[in-house]
């Protein structure tokens, strides 16, 4: 006995029921056409994930029940076909003494145009990027239900997402009967995750003795990134198939019975490195936000230096060259190299290029503040001005045109300040926010050896990436003159902001004193400057922002 089993492995988007319903109804005809009889859909696919406070609102309660029945109607002529779809549910609940809202976080199974089961997730997270308990309630209940041809149906136990994470939910479909596990999700990515979620799972197949089938979701939303990387497994645990990455699939699994035993097959993708899926990330979250948003492309500020060129690579590759702008602004301080580099690297991408000088607007600058300056030395103040002269003329183009303007800063910088508010820090989306600095020499040595999406060989000239980084917002600037080697700073970064590391445990590492207390206490004084930053792609465990929860008016130090 043979069931084949498909995977809507698909990029939803927040509140467009109409599309999403679309959408699974297209995988559903499509599924079944090519024989299978199942069709799992991601964790609340039907309004899109996360919808955040939406879920607050009973306008959207009541547009999500609307579509499922929708679509419950619209799949009600296939045939034996089975399909799982992730949706919010509920409501006011009345208590003997007040009425409360009791919203669930459900997935309902349909067939022959009917719900035939729906279950609500039992493990509600509520850490990093998670708030669940804000929105919902948790269920207490079990599903497993039928899903194949008349005389030829298993029994499938159903989890979303969290529920595999515990023992108890899949234990208790195995106690009901099931023959198989479908787990359904939306597991923001960070690097490692989808093989941390396959080791998971393969717990969770060995301790019930049952294959387990995860279907996982795909896209950008907003600072989050879904992966794909849907996946099944024996009960072993061995990997029996496993879908593409960061691309939108339909993906089959043949689930057969013999002897009383149940295994998975299929095509397996092959495991990837760290840098490949890093790229796929930041390209999916640049085109998503911007095809989500609307926006008809993308500009920044291409200064020479690395971050810009990788923005850029990025941006080209997510967009194509002809909705990417490049604007280089140099001011007195801005070396020759920066401007040939600069050159360089747009025509390669092939990108439309322009040059602004700063200069005149420095000039006014310092002209109209000099009575107030007298007898003051020149310091941050003036690097600061042309930081926020070149944000204004960005942000100037951004408002005529209508492109969105991409930061260029990184993790590093967004730890210890090394930023200008309302100036580099001016724009709409910060692509490689969660980027360490050291990560940022890595990726952009990775894209020079590879083009994975076919744009430019060996975008980013080798002087970019070998030069000392600098600002170039004074004489013979670099960043190291303020700030620790970037192999010790993001190192610091890493273990104190991320992995919540002691003082005394980086001390024991062997990293000094001097350097531990500088980039810490420049990690607590920063978060004001964090806070009105724009939203960036999150790929790491813990990134600035949802993952990092900190009081601005602070006296605490360790």
């Not at 922002?545 to 009081?551: N, Q, T």
């Amino acid at each position: 006995m043979t069931l084949k089993i498909c995977v809507a492995q698909l990029n939803f988007t927040v509140g467009d029921f109409a599309g999403n319903v679309q959408k699974i109804v297209d995988a559903a005809h499509q599924a079944h056409a090519q024989g299978a009889r199942l069709l799992l859909t991601p964790e609340l696919s039907l309004c899109g994930y996360a919808a955040e406070d939406l879920y607050l609102r009973p306008a959207f309660m009541q547009a999500s029940d609307d579509a499922l029945k929708d679509l419950t109607h619209r799949l009600a002529g296939l045939r034996d076909m089975t399909v799982v779809v992730g949706h919010p549910q509920g409501g006011e609940r009345r208590t003997p003494s007040v009425a409360v809202q009791a919203r669930f976080n459900c997935a309902s199974v349909l067939r022959h145009g009917q719900v035939v089961a729906t279950y609500a997730k039992r493990e509600l997270p509520n850490y990093q990027v998670f708030d669940e308990r804000r929105y919902f309630v948790p269920g207490n209940g079990v599903c497993v239900f039928d899903a194949g041809e008349e005389g030829a149906r298993m029994r499938v136990g159903l989890l979303i997402c969290e529920d595999a994470w515990f023992e108890e939910p899949s234990r208790l479909a195995q106690q009901a009967g099931a023959q198989v596990l479908a787990v359904i999700n939306a597991s923001p990515f960070h690097v490692g995750k989808g093989y941390e979620r396959e080791a998971v799972m393969a717990e969770r197949a060995r301790a019930t003795g049952l294959p387990l089938v995860y279907a996982h979701l795909v896209g950008g939303q907003d600072e989050l990134v879904f992966e794909g990387h849907s996946f099944a497994l024996n009960a072993d645990g061995a990997v029996a198939a496993r879908a593409p990455s960061f691309k939108e699939a339909l993906f089959g699994v043949d689930l057969e019975v013999a002897d009383g035993a149940a295994r998975c097959s299929g095509a397996i993708e092959p495991v990837r490195s760290a840098e490949a899926d890093l790229w796929d990330a930041l390209v999916l979250g640049v085109r998503d936000y911007l095809g989500k948003n609307r926006f008809p492309g993308a500009l920044l500020g291409l200064s020479g230096g690395i971050d810009s060129a990788l923005v850029l690579a990025i941006a080209v590759d997510a967009l194509g060259a002809d909705k990417v702008r490049t604007v280089m602004m140099p001011s007195p301080y801005t070396a020759d190299i920066s401007w040939i580099d600069a050159r360089e690297m747009a025509q390669r991408m092939g990108v439309r290029y322009d040059e602004i000088s700063i200069a005149p607007e420095f000039a006014a600058f310092k002209a109209s503040l000099a009575a107030d300056f007298a007898g003051r030395a020149e310091d941050t103040t003036e690097e600061n001005i042309q930081a926020r002269i070149r944000g204004t003329l960005l942000m100037a183009l951004s408002n005529k045109f209508g492109s969105i303007v991409l930061t260029t800063g990184n993790k590093s910088e967004m730890a210890t300040g090394y930023c200008t508010l309302y100036g580099d820090m001016a724009g709409g989306f910060a692509v490689i926010k969660d980027l360490l600095k050291t990560r940022v020499f890595a990726l952009a040595r990775w894209r020079n050896a590879y083009n994975p999406y076919g744009t430019c060989d060996r975008p980013i000239p080798e002087r970019i990436i070998t030069r000392p980084p600098s600002a170039e917002l004074r004489p013979d600037q670099t960043d190291q003159d303020s700030l620790p080697p970037y192999e010790v700073l993001d190192a610091i970064i890493e273990c104190y902001m991320e992995n919540d590391t002691s003082m005394e445990q980086l001390l024991a590492a062997g990293f000094s004193q001097a350097d531990v207390e500088k980039v810490t206490r420049l990690i607590q004084i920063n978060e004001y400057k964090r806070r009105q930053s724009p939203i960036g792609i999150r790929v790491s465990h813990r990134s600035f922002g949802k993952d990092w929860r900190y009081p601005i008016s602070n006296w605490f130090r360790a």
